[in-house]
């Protein structure tokens, strides 16, 4: 039969090395957690900079049929669409689109650079937490060895 002691210093064994295995586990499943939404960030990033692109394609597109229609009612009332007055009004009218496109362009990039930030600080956050399941299983290791050693009549 076996020694009450023996068996309680194996159950701690087992426990300890069960929790130390858990609290490693935790930590490289929330690292993972934290690198699977990086890479959806980093997506995110691409996807807004292509839907940006579209953004400015439309604001050009609608900028210059605006010009052609503003040549077209300059041309069709009688008005010299070479004139000083059309050409100003085509030109602003140009150079508003052109600040449109610039402000596209602007919160694209802004919002791409949120997303890939964020993408790097989960990247970062997931070695934390896999740093943080190793040194609580390195703790639990310890202490469970704490334990065994005093459950066995270490400290007497």
């Not at 690292?31 to 990086?38: K, V």
């Not at 004139?83 to 600040?99: D, F, K, R, W």
């Amino acid at each position: 039969m076996c020694d009450p002691v023996t068996i309680m210093a194996g159950a701690q064994i087992a426990g300890t090395i069960l929790g130390a295995k858990g609290a490693s586990d935790q930590g490289n499943a929330q690292g993972a957690e934290l690198e699977y939404r990086a890479m959806q960030e980093r997506q995110a990033a691409k996807q807004e900079m292509a839907a940006g692109s579209a953004r400015i394609a439309d604001t050009e597109l609608q900028g210059k049929m605006l010009e052609s229609r503003m040549m077209a009612l300059a041309g069709a009332s009688g008005v010299d669409v070479s004139s000083p007055q059309v050409v100003n009004l085509v030109s602003q009218a140009a150079g508003v689109t052109n600040l449109n496109k610039q402000m596209e362009l602007y919160n694209a990039r802004t919002a791409e650079k949120g997303l890939l930030d964020q993408a790097s600080a989960d990247v970062f956050s997931a070695g934390q937490a896999r740093k943080a399941g190793r040194t609580r299983a390195l703790s639990t290791i310890l202490t469970g060895g704490a334990s065994i050693y005093n459950a066995i009549g270490g400290t007497k």
